[in-house]
């Protein structure tokens, strides 16, 4: 029963996020995001989906927009991590790292509201937004449970949940979402701060934006079930771009060169911070080739440099090829999640995206990364410098 409920909402959401982002007319408008699992097709499809519905018929404030977003969200991901229970660290000696997959469902409810005109046209200089998120998650076995993935280069056995946490009696402080029957239910509120002075189509990029974000999710939303959180998060990020060349006719842009550059800093702390948070807080998730979920500490700053060549757009309005060249720098301190265990980590690494870009919402192609400190690891590759993968979208 759970494999045909995971597969229905796998088809259905893959129809809904493939469309993009766009004004559907009235006021309403309609985006999505996506997601997907290693050992489907290695990556290649979407398996998680998102849609976002909003309706902006209402004014608050004359030329300003007013906004209500409903949120909802299912799929299908896969999860590891590297951190040893017995002592809170991440270790290379852990060959068998523990991995399983998670039923994810996901609601919110977001109210924005612009002010004052930015200087890019049609644009809200400034948006305040707050909101309310919802997550339902049965954490799973591997889908490969028994079987091998790769874990330091090597093909090692994927343990199963409940096998790899009865030995380590302090996983269940590591993985609160992870507790008894591994079923998780919560909510967590957010406030944001939202200045865009840029103009961004598919060939060109000119101008910046600067974005804060502060979650919590209080133990007593997210308590109803056996697993646990108890978190708070700080997010800033700041996004500057420019144009250095654009040739351009009257039927189709040829070809364009654009520098761009993210500065991005994390705060992430908390009694009980889940898995799916502990992603999005992990310093090997910023850096591109690294593994996500790893080099987890409370606090990262990172900054991330492309140039990224665009064209020709084949004659197929939102359709074209582009080269993304990058390099990428963070440094993380602080304790491990949910440990007392304090560590600090400096990663760079230097590549390129082969890509297809689709309407400058999906750019489906391949990644090449080279790491280049001599001490930091992409936890599945081991001491493999070059790192190759799939990829949806470009990181920013």
Not at 36 to 42: D, K, N, R
Not at 116 to 143: C, F, H, N, Q
Not at 185 to 204: C, H, N
């Amino acid at each position: 029963m759970r494999k045909k409920f995971v597969s229905l909402l796998f088809v259905l959401f893959i129809a809904l996020t493939t469309i993009g982002a766009f004004d559907i007319g009235g006021g309403w408008t309609i985006d999505g995001t996506i997601d997907q699992h290693p050992e489907i097709l290695i990556g290649f499809i979407p398996t998680y989906g998102e849609i976002t519905v909003g309706y902006a018929g209402l004014e608050l404030m004359e030329g300003n927009r007013t906004e209500i977003q409903l949120t909802a969200g299912a799929g299908y991901v896969e999860r590891r991590f590297w951190i040893d229970p017995e002592d809170g660290y991440e270790k290379r000696e852990m060959t068998n790292p523990l991995t399983f997959d998670a039923l994810q469902i996901g609601w919110g409810l977001r109210f924005n509201q612009g002010f004052l005109e930015s200087p890019v046209g049609g644009k809200d200089l400034i948006t305040l937004s707050v909101g309310y998120a919802g997550r339902y998650e049965d954490a799973m076995d591997s889908m490969v449970r028994g079987g091998t993935k790769q874990a330091w280069g090597d093909e090692t056995e994927v343990f199963s949940i409940s096998d790899f946490l009865s030995t380590r009696p302090e996983g269940s402080r590591l993985y609160p979402d992870l507790r008894g029957d591994n079923q998780y239910l919560g909510s967590s509120l957010f406030f944001s701060f939202y200045l865009d002075a840029m103009e961004d189509t598919l060939s060109t990029n000119d101008g910046y934006s600067v974005e804060f974000q502060a979650d919590w999710a209080p133990y007593g939303l997210n308590s109803a079930l056996d697993g646990k959180a108890e978190f708070y998060q700080f997010t800033l990020e700041a996004v500057g771009a420019k144009t250095l060349y654009l040739y351009r006719t009257e039927k189709m842009n040829w070809f364009s060169v654009v520098l761009i550059d993210r500065l991005r800093a994390n705060w992430l702390s908390g009694e009980l911070v889940p898995t799916y948070v502990q992603k999005l807080g992990s310093l090997g998730r910023q850096v591109r080739g690294y593994s996500n979920y790893t080099y987890g500490t409370e606090f990262y700053i990172v900054n991330n440099f492309d140039i990224r060549l665009t064209g020709p757009d084949m004659g197929v309005d939102g359709l074209s090829p582009r080269i993304n060249l990058f390099f990428d720098m963070g440094y993380g301190c602080g304790n491990y999640f949910n440990t007392d265990h304090y560590g600090s980590n400096f990663l760079a690494s230097t590549g390129a995206q082969f890509t297809l870009s689709i309407f400058d919402i999906i750019d489906l192609g391949y990644q090449l990364a080279y790491l280049i400190p001599s001490d930091t690891y992409n936890y599945a590759r081991g001491d493999t410098r070059l790192v190759g993968s799939f990829t949806f979208f470009l990181d920013f």
